[in-house]
């Protein structure tokens, strides 16, 4: 990233004009990127403004399915086309990336096991019991609480937007009952979000939120698009275009919305 930023920098056209800084815009694991990327003091310095849209930001739930069941998701998953079960648990034991979408604390109650909510150190035990990597899930969540959970600013020389999807069922709770050696009930309850990322995780705060985790930082809601899509949503390239190229402030999206959807009960 900061190659491709010497590379746009250097470019003549920016150099005639004195272009010093550059935008970000990051969909999905990009803002982490982001928020990463800035967290250095001298990189923080080469950004004047930052965009993420469905960001995970406080993590998402749906992160333990491939580990615990090899599936991405309990919704239909275009990986499911690539990777039979055991494959992807196999993948991502070790995924050092996968583990840093796993919830921080910051996300309420996600995670019942046998009758128990699971939080801080017992859910890094239970990482382990279904072989996971416990070491890399500690560094994630240490990553969570030291740079991605709360939005920076840089002491006010970054303008920082988030874009996060709502009013599409998204996983925000699991149950697991375990019923047998390698058998298990699972009950998931849905919040709103984009149907990856729950809102709460991708804008740092409920929904409405004016005073988010961390920085200050404008959030808005843009309602019934799901994740993938959601970064180049005709609302979001109208709402924030101006706000990318030329620092404008953004206009309204459709803001908060409720949720809708079937609930559907699978054995």
């Known amino acids: 990233l900061n190659a491709v930023i010497d590379d746009a920098l250097d470019d003549p056209r920016m150099i005639a004009m004195g272009v010093k800084r550059v935008t970000l815009y990051g969909h999905s694991y990009g803002g982490l990127l982001a928020r990463l990327f800035i967290d250095d003091p001298t990189r923080a310095r080469r950004v004047q403004r930052v965009l993420t849209a469905g960001t995970p930001y406080w993590g998402s739930p749906k992160a333990v399915f491939p580990l615990a069941f090899g599936q991405e998701t309990p919704f239909d998953s275009d990986m499911d ?3 039979d079960n055991s494959g992807l648990q196999g993948l991502t034991r070790n995924l050092a990336g996968a ?16 009758g128990a909510e699971l939080r801080g150190a017992a859910i ?27 939005f920076f600013d840089d002491d006010g020389r970054i303008d920082v937007r988030a874009v996060r999807g709502v009013g599409v069922p998204t996983v925000g709770h699991i149950s697991i009952t375990n019923t047998a050696p390698g058998e298990a009930d699972v009950t998931v309850r849905l919040t709103s979000g984009d149907k990856t990322v729950p809102a709460i995780s991708a804008g740092q705060g409920p929904v409405p939120t004016h005073a988010p985790l961390g920085d200050p930082a404008h959030v808005q809601e843009v309602c019934g698009v799901e994740h993938v899509p959601l970064p180049g949503a005709q609302q979001v390239i109208a709402a924030y275009t101006n706000f990318v190229d030329y620092g404008a402030i953004p206009r309204r999206t459709s803001g908060p919305c409720a949720m809708t959807g079937a609930v559907l009960q699978t054995v």
Not at 99 to 114: A, E, I, K, M
């Open 99 to 114: 583990y840093q979408l796993w919830p921080s604390p910051n996300l309420p109650s996600w995670l019942n096991v046998d």
């Open 81 to 83: 086309a690539i990777f």
């Open 124 to 150: 890094g035990a239970f990482v382990a019991s279904l072989g996971g990597n416990s070491i890399l899930w500690g560094q994630a969540q240490q990553r969570h609480a030291d740079v991605y959970d709360g």
